[in-house]
């Protein structure tokens, strides 16, 4: 069964950082792509950054390009999003997703992109 274990929310104060981390286990094709993507209380998931194993592209939206940034670790099938200078706006629960054979350049974006989802992660910040 493929496994997707996102961690590293918490409460931090706005300006701060935070790490979160996707752990990846049984997953058995080598070319796929991460997403990181979040749900505001009373608003709609929305895809935030991703990750291909594909062909090495990134990908974020506009809201947290220059602040987030989206790593992966092979050896330890795990993808990082460390995210700078959170906002209030920016809480909300965080999921880690996987597509198979996805670039982020063409795909990635959209939750009907991928195929397995792990639980999420709260992600709170106060002004």
């Known amino acids: 069964d493929v496994q997707l274990q996102a961690s590293g929310g918490g409460l931090v104060q706005a300006g701060g950082s935070l790490r979160l981390s996707c752990a990846v286990a049984?997953?058995?094709?080598?070319?796929?792509?991460i997403g990181w993507f979040r749900q505001a209380p009373g608003k709609e998931r929305e895809g935030i950054s991703c990750?291909?194993?594909?062909?090495?592209?990134?990908y974020y939206v506009p809201s947290v390009r220059g602040r987030f940034t989206i790593s992966n670790d092979n050896a330890k099938n795990t993808v990082y999003l460390h995210m700078d200078n959170l906002k209030p706006e920016d809480t909300a629960v965080y999921y880690c997703?996987?597509?198979?054979?996805?670039?982020?350049?063409?795909?990635?974006?959209?939750?009907?992109?991928?195929?397995?989802w792990g639980k999420g992660t709260q992600v709170t910040v106060s002004s």
């Open positions: 990750i291909s194993r594909s062909d090495g592209s990134t």
């Open positions: 049984g997953f058995t094709y080598d070319r796929y792509a």
């Open positions: 997703a996987a597509a198979v054979a996805t670039s982020c350049l063409t795909g990635g974006r959209q939750d009907y992109d991928y195929d397995y």
